[in-house]
T-cell receptor, first 115, second 114 residues
Framework: KAGVTQTPRYLIKTRGQQVTLSCSPI?????VSWYQQTPGQGLQFLFE???????NKGNFPGRFSGRQFSNSRSEMNVSTLELGDSALYLC??????????????FGPGTRLTVL | AQTVTQSQPEMSVQEAETVTLSCTYD???????LFWYKQPPSRQMILVIR??????QNATENRFSVNFQKAAKSFSLKISDSQLGDTAMYFC???????????FGKGTHLIIQP
């Protein structure tokens, strides 16, 4: 079974631009979560989608948004990029049968650099 | 709000030794899960072990085991017979019933010396 895939793997943008990152979960997984990893703040939860609906959201500004499609693939969008948005963005999928405690399978991440 | 604290930014041990990584947490939830994730230089996050708060028995996965002290809100990871491939960042994480995703600690960089 294929793992979680994320595209692109690396991305360079300039301040003020917007960016869209994509995540394809493991087949059969309907829950997708996004995390931001930076040296300063560590790993922080962005949001979770389940059945095309945002189920939970972390403490990030409205510039960060996401969506999920009917095939469970998810995208996250960051508008008006700032230097501080440079980070590794990780996507994780899990099976919804028992959400609490289910293993979250992580993708390889997208490394975003904002210049 | 949930918090996870890892007080050891870096640890280094010799191959084949046993090492324990510390983690303390805080949550107001009654039902929650605790996890240890490994992130090698490839950046791929890998689940090492998990523990349900309601289970008193400590979880074990091969060379990895935890010491879960619920009253003390402590969740340490013991790695026995450490191997060079264990070199990685290790993150302690908490998922609570209210669950705004996983709450991670800052991580411990574990280095296994040959």
């Amino acid at each position: 079974k294929a793992g979680v895939t994320q595209t692109p793997r690396y991305l360079i943008k300039t301040r003020g631009q917007q960016v869209t990152l994509s995540c394809s979960p493991i087949s059969g997984h309907r829950s997708v979560s996004w995390y931001q990893q930076t040296p300063g703040q560590g790993l922080q939860f962005l949001f979770e989608y389940f059945s095309e609906t945002q189920r939970n959201k972390g403490n990030f500004p409205g510039r960060f948004s996401g969506r999920q499609f009917s095939n469970s693939r998810s995208e996250m969008n960051v508008s008006t990029l700032e230097l501080g948005d440079s980070a590794l963005y990780l996507c994780a999928s899990s099976h919804p049968r028992d959400r609490l405690g289910n293993e979250q399978f992580f993708g390889p991440g997208t490394r975003l650099t904002v210049l | 709000a949930q918090t996870v604290t890892q007080s050891q930014p870096e640890m280094s041990v010799q191959e084949a030794e046993t090492v324990t990584l510390s983690c303390t947490y805080d949550t107001s939830e009654n039902n929650y899960y605790l996890f240890w994730y490994k992130q090698p230089p490839s950046r791929q996050m890998i689940l090492v072990i998990r523990q349900e708060a309601y289970k008193q028995q400590n979880a074990t996965e091969n060379r990895f085991s935890v010491n879960f002290q619920k009253a003390a809100k402590s969740f340490s990871l013991k790695i026995s017979d450490s191997q060079l491939g264990d070199t990685a960042m290790y993150f302690c994480a908490l998922l609570g019933g209210g669950a705004d995703g996983l709450t991670f600690g800052k991580g411990t960089h574990l280095i296994i010396q040959p």
